[in-house]
């Protein structure tokens, strides 16, 4: 039997690609990485894989902002492929620029008529923050935050302050249980880097099976990636992020 599949979507300035690609080998996964512009040439090809991630970096220089074009793209040239894969019971997972084109594409935190209610603005501090965050996993529905309560992890963004467009909508989302994952300013005050709206650091669809997230999992798989790893951690043991890759394997398994 075949391991589960996970395509690695890149793009020109995509740069967590190799990463994320090595994280789903870890968890037990085959991993690809394609070009959108091969993924375009032959859509098909989402019908060999069971899970899509749209990894980290700078997709197109995000000259007109984070994500702007590589968004751009999916909706023009993808949409109805990704629908259909999405609805056929396949996993879609963002990653900080990922999770910027997600929302973008309206395969997050969309409304009845597939407007965005969300997305991501400048930074409250409007520098560039790299990290290390503590968060905490919300209930709810999301397949890839299964049995994940309290963990650790780093974030590299200049656009990551998550904002809705009226309060309603930011109660509408978490009435919805799908606002994640949350930088846990309970054990930190300075927890949130970016200034998002309820602390919210990922989102997921009602399915669950569509996940964004600011915070960067693929960085985290093993123990010594940790900066304070040494006395600390057991370099034996799996980083907190590999448990998001594992469950997105176990899921379609």
């Known amino acids: 039997m075949l391991a589960p599949r ?15 690609a090595r994280a789903f080998e870890l968890a037990g996964g085959l991993a690809r ?11 098909a090809a989402l019908d060999d894989v069971q899970i899509v ?3 980290g970096g700078f997709s197109y220089g995000d000259d ?15 949409a109805d492929a990704l629908h259909r894969f999405r609805d056929r019971g396949g996993l879609i997972l963002g990653i900080c620029n990922g999770f910027q ?7 997050l935190a969309a409304g009845a008529g597939g407007e965005p209610l969300a997305s991501l603005a400048h930074n409250d501090s409007g520098r560039f ?16 935050l299964r049995g994940i309560g309290q963990l650790e992890l780093p974030v590299a963004h200049g656009e990551g302050r998550f904002v809705t467009g009226s309060g309603a909508a930011l109660a509408s989302l978490d009435a919805a249980g799908v606002l994640a994952l949350r930088y846990d300013t309970d054990r930190d005050a300075t927890a949130n880097p970016n200034g998002s709206q309820a602390d919210v650091a990922g989102a997921c669809d ?3 099976r569509v996940f964004g997230l600011m915070p960067h999992p693929e960085r ?10 040494h006395g600390r951690l057991d370099p034996s043991v799996a980083g907190a992020g590999l448990t998001i890759f594992r469950n997105a394997v176990a899921h379609v398994a």
């Open 6 to 20: 996970a395509l690695v979507l890149r793009a020109p300035g995509t740069n967590c690609d190799h990463e994320t």
């Open 53 to 55: 991630c749209i990894p």
């Open 206 to 208: 009602d399915s669950g």
């Open 220 to 229: 985290f798989v093993d123990a010594t990636q940790h900066p304070a790893w």
């Open 33 to 43: 990485r394609v070009h959108i512009r091969a993924l375009v040439a032959r859509p």
């Open 129 to 144: 923050v790299d990290r290390w965050v503590p968060l905490m996993a919300q209930p709810g529905p999301c397949v890839f």
């Open 64 to 78: 007109i902002a984070s994500g702007r074009i590589f968004a751009l793209e999916l909706r023009v040239r993808l």
């Open 101 to 107: 084109v997600l929302l973008q594409t309206g395969l």
